[in-house]
């Protein structure tokens, strides 16, 4: 119960040297591939996206469970509360992105900019593009920010009104995040092709961001018992916790195929052009996309024996969170590298760079502070739990 | 289970004894004691679905969920081979530039007929597992078990009779023995 | 046996009741004779259903040139109150299935009443297939059967899609509805004297005797009826949604369509469930069960699904500027300021003012605004799906074709026969079966109870 996180030695000075090795690595196999710098901010604007839409995803949880009033997660509560930790170094790490703007956006060259209808000039250059990031960032790490001061706040007085409070930052950051997480993604992402767009684009991307963080909680949960953390744990959690991952994963799935089954069947070509080059030129990643993200979580947790076994969910989370890198490869690489996109060493070492330095930040933020959340009013119900 | 044919009510039947409880906490104190007594417990009747009793009846899970998954598999290959046959074999036509074999409008309908298939054969296996079929000449046990009656039925013999289960339970709060 | 509930919590059932009293007082107002606004209430809708079904025969008789549709916009009225009445009825599959699924427990006094609205919605709605096709006789063209002509349905086409899921759709939740009901018509006929009406309800109890096997395959029927149900939800009225989608037409052929409308579906049910219950409960003395808890927890889902609308607009919005396509930016140019503008914007005062209100907690708590509100939201909700129609129909690619729609007396008829169809069969329903699940709230009693114990410990 007054369990406490320690960041040991052992992690402290592996992921540092895991992600100067992988660095390393990435620097070499881009060099000595002769591929230019646009492989180096593909890889950049992709591990961003993915990592901080984990980051997002993680935010998103909590600020739900905590509108629909919603208990049996408190438990764990802390694993998506340090996992937001991530927010400030993503956003830096976007706003590096103009480095890479010329490499990643067709759009950023005059040529094209020139080429484009009256409103896309308006919304898409590169002064206006990053006003709108900071704007987002802005406002997701204010609102994210107050709700774990509320939180800790709460941690130390016992009164009910942090709870309050951070009841009402997480209705302002479900609104904030609605519209902000479509319109980034609309930014970010869809505009590598500024030709296309699809209106159900924000809420794919936000459904894969969810259950990618989804997986991740799952598998820290798993790490954490495997160090022999939360005792306290049930396998009612993580029967939710699956529940989740499998409702989820079908919920991603439906949308893939609303997306995709009204491009083909409007047959119009300036919407096909999306899917033509990965179905034909990546077929294999894309089957494989469709395959890991609905195909394993579906069949791997249907029957309900295995939504209680962590061991089991893990290894299906494992699967799935590497099945939405790939989903996000797909949205990303085809665009900025074109038909010479591929998955290789670059690829590997540079999300083994951040998936290190995304850790090690998690693990620092769980380090400090109770394991296990005090004084909020659900603890008990959720230590109870029964499903 | 042998009771569920006859049409006269358990409770004229005096091979069985009929325990009462007005609360489930009782019920349940009774059942862990008569299954500590090794004593054979027919059945257990109550107004709603109380946790504990399966693990203590030993009810094995059921495999309704189990057959609904085979009959939906069954029921989506079944659609989705129809469609398949009737576009590409039976009649082909050109229909909006689509192709014969149009395997993403296939998919609705599949998805639809699983969900037929699989939903129909649960509930059918549901009424035909638990016999439950439309009778008016049917009589329950007893009219107050679906108002806030908890029975549990109890095989009785010459070691095991009212007076003895009277003395096995005795302590926990029982509305009466029949 | 009770589960441990945080302090935060209000109960769900208030009274501290007992079993005995949850019985008697679900099946009192089926037991005793309705009360005086029920009989006025019935004579309305009945009223009202009579008038459609008039209509109906007018129109099977005189034919579809009765209505206001021209070749321009040959989709208006009819296919708007049919999108509205499926929208409405996935409410009820939502609470029976998704809320089981997630273990809201104060979904068990709502369930029924909202399922078997859910079937007489869908019916209301199963008419207009019917009766729009011209030549109703030939109705079973629609369904794959073999015919000398050797001819099949058009397997491509979203109209057949919809005939299978909506016939799923329906069969499901009428299955998953009965399934649930039995062990309370059970109830019914034990409390029940003899007589025919006892005769009745002992022939549709099915044998019930309340075994403990038979309730473990309820039970686990029920959770694997409420895990197909759900993706039903899903599928059915995006199916729904590619009748528009799966065209080329501005306005229609957009991605976001499938969740959209499920989203606005379940926005537009769960108004119409709060609708119907708020004056339930208080006309059938049922204030205890369905509490003014239950209603925050259905206005936070109106204040939830709302705002997914809301969103869907704004990116659709953002869309038709962003894509530089004329079409598209005409489309919502038309929309926002052209001849039905007053209907766009009902319909965006409506769908998006009124949910965004809920966020004030004293609104979301208050009967009197829920109920108003819940009927705002049902008008704007048809009115979406008019707009959404008709705007994109009676000005697409063709200027020479562009032309106005005008509803007829035999239109308007129609919708309000449904409404009539609808309440009748609701009317009918709370005589005839206990529109809460009375084995469901047994079930929660004690955890209930002892909150309040708690409550009052703590009060105290």
């Known amino acids: ?387 | 289970m042998p009771y569920r044919s006859q049409k006269k009510s358990i409770m004229d039947n005096k091979d069985y004894i009929s325990v009462y409880f007005d609360d489930e906490d009782p019920m349940l104190q009774a059942l862990r004691r008569l299954k500590e007594n090794n004593l054979t417990i027919i059945d257990v009747l109550t107004p709603f679905p109380v946790h504990g009793i399966d693990k203590l009846l030993s009810v094995k899970r059921t495999r309704i969920p189990v057959g609904g998954f085979i009959f939906g598999a069954l029921g989506g290959i079944l659609a989705f081979w129809f469609m398949t046959w009737v576009f590409t074999v039976s009649y082909p036509l050109i229909i909006g530039g689509k192709p014969f074999f149009a395997l993403p409008s296939f998919v609705p309908i599949t998805f639809e007929m699983t969900v037929l298939f699989a939903g129909l054969s649960m509930a059918a296996g549901m009424f035909l597992r638990s016999k439950l079929k439309p009778d008016i000449r049917f009589k329950p046990a007893d009219e107050r078990i679906t108002d806030n009656m908890f029975v549990i039925v109890i095989g009785s013999n010459a070691n095991t009779t009212r007076e003895s289960i009277r003395t096995v339970l005795s302590g926990i709060s029982i509305i009466e023995i029949r | ?460």
């Open chain 1, 1 to 387: 119960m007054d369990e406490q996180f320690i960041f040991s030695k052992q992690y402290r000075n592996i992921l540092p040297i895991l992600a100067a090795v992988s660095l390393v690595v990435f620097l070499l196999a881009v060099v000595l591939s002769g591929s230019g710098s646009a492989r180096i901010w593909s890889n950049i604007l992709l591990n961003n996206q993915f990592f901080l839409g984990i980051s997002l995803g993680a935010a998103f949880f909590i600020a739900v469970h905590r509108v629909a009033t919603s208990g049996w997660q408190t438990v764990i509560q802390r694993v998506p509360d340090a996992m937001t930790s991530f927010l400030p170094v993503a956003f830096i790490l976007m706003l590096l992105i103009y480095f890479g703007m010329n490499d990643i956006y067709a759009w950023a060259d005059s040529e094209v900019y020139e080429g484009l209808t009256g409103a896309k000039k308006i919304w898409l250059n590169i002064p206006f593009y990053f006003v709108r990031m900071v704007l987002y960032f802005a406002g997701w790490i204010f609102f994210i920010r107050m709700m774990k001061k509320n939180s800790e706040s709460l941690t130390i007085s016992s009164d009910l009104k942090y709870h309050n409070r951070r009841k009402i930052f997480a209705g302002l950051f479900l609104v904030f995040f609605g519209i902000t997480v479509s319109a980034s993604s609309w930014d970010w992402i869809m505009s590598l092709k500024p030709d296309w767009y699809s209106t159900i684009f924000g809420w794919y991307v936000l459904i894969s961001m969810f259950v990618a963080s989804l997986c991740f909680i799952i598998l820290i949960t798993w790490l954490l018992r495997r160090m022999g953390y939360l005792k306290v744990l049930r396998s009612d959690h993580v029967h939710d916790l699956a529940i989740l991952l499998f409702a989820f994963s079908i919920f991603w799935a439906y949308q893939w195929f609303a997306q995709y089954l009204l491009i083909w069947y409007g047959h119009l070509p300036e919407e096909t052009s999306y899917f033509i080059p990965r179905q034909h030129e990546f077929t294999l990643l894309f089957f494989l996309n469709l395959g890991i993200n609905f195909i394993v979580p579906f069949f791997g947790l249907i029957r309900t024996s295995s939504k209680y076994n962590l061991n089991r969910v893990a290894a299906i989370a494992a699967m799935t969170l590497i099945g939405h890198w790939i989903d996000y490869w797909l949205l990303i690489m085809p665009e900025t590298a074109g038909t010479k996109a591929t998955i290789g060493l670059p690829e590997i070492s540079m999300t083994l760079i951040y998936a290190c330095g995304f850790i090690y930040i998690f693990f620092r933020t769980l380090s400090h502070g109770p394991l296990i959340v005090k004084n909020d009013p659900f603890l008990q119900e959720s230590l109870n739990y029964e499903s």
């Open chain 3, 1 to 460: 046996m009770s589960i441990f509930q945080s302090s935060l919590r209000k109960p769900l059932i208030e009274g501290k009741k007992s079993y005995q009293e949850i019985t008697s007082q679900i099946l009192d107002p089926l037991v005793n004779k309705p009360i005086k606004l029920w009989y006025f209430a019935i004579t309305l809708s009945g009223g009202a259903m009579l008038f459609g079904l008039l209509m109906m025969g007018w129109t099977i008789w005189q034919g579809i040139g009765t209505w206001g549709e021209n070749r321009t916009v040959g989709w208006a009225f009819e296919i708007s109150t049919f999108v509205w009445w499926i929208g409405i009825g996935h409410a009820g599959t939502f609470i029976s299935a998704i809320l089981l699924l997630f273990r809201q427990r104060w979904r068990n006094s709502i369930n029924r009443s909202a399922e078997a609205m859910t079937l007489f919605a869908v019916i209301c709605a199963a008419l207009f297939p019917f009766i729009h096709l011209g030549r109703p006789l030939l109705t079973f063209f629609i369904f794959p059967y073999p015919n000398t002509r050797l001819l099949w349905v058009n397997f491509n086409s979203p109209l057949v899609w919809d005939v299978f899921a909506i016939a799923t759709y329906f069969t499901i939740s009428l299955v998953f509805w009965y399934v649930g009901l039995i062990p309370d018509i059970a109830t019914l006929r034990d409390k029940l004297r003899k007589g025919l009406k006892k005769t009745v309800y002992n022939f549709l109890s099915f044998s019930w005797k309340g075994s403990a096997r038979d309730w473990h395959r309820h039970e686990v029927t029920s959770i694997m009826l409420a895990a197909i149900a759900t993706p039903l939800v899903l599928s059915v009225h995006s199916i729904v949604s590619m009748d528009f989608a799966d065209s080329i037409l501005p306005g229609w052929h957009t991605t976001i369509f499938p969740p959209y409308f499920v989203a606005g579906a379940i926005y537009s049910g769960f108004a119409m469930v709060l609708t119907l219950l708020i004056i339930a409960r208080k006309l059938m003395n049922l204030e205890d069960f369905i509490t003014v808890e239950h209603v925050e927890s259905m206005n936070k889902i109106l204040i939830a699904t709302g705002s997914i609308v809301a969103l869907a607009y704004i990116t659709e919005t953002f869309m038709s500027w962003y894509s530089g396509i004329e079409y598209e930016q005409y489309m919502l140019q038309n929309r926002m300021t052209g001849p039905y503008a007053w209907a766009y914007w009902i319909m965006i005062i409506c769908n998006v003012g009124s949910a965004q209100l809920l966020w004030i907690k004293k609104l979301r708590r208050s009967l009197l605004f829920t109920f108003f509100i819940s009927i705002v939201i049902n008008i704007g909700m048809w009115f979406e799906r008019f707009v959404i129609i008709v705007t994109s129909l009676h000005r697409d690619f063709l200027p020479s074709s562009w032309t106005m729609y005008k509803p007829t007396i035999v239109e308007y008829g129609l919708l309000i026969g449904t409404l009539g169809i609808f309440f009748t069969a609701f009317l009918l329903f709370i005589r005839v079966f206990p529109v809460i699940s009375i084995s469901e709230e047994k079930s929660i009693l004690k955890t209930e109870n002892a909150l309040q114990v708690a409550k009052e410990i703590h009060h105290g």
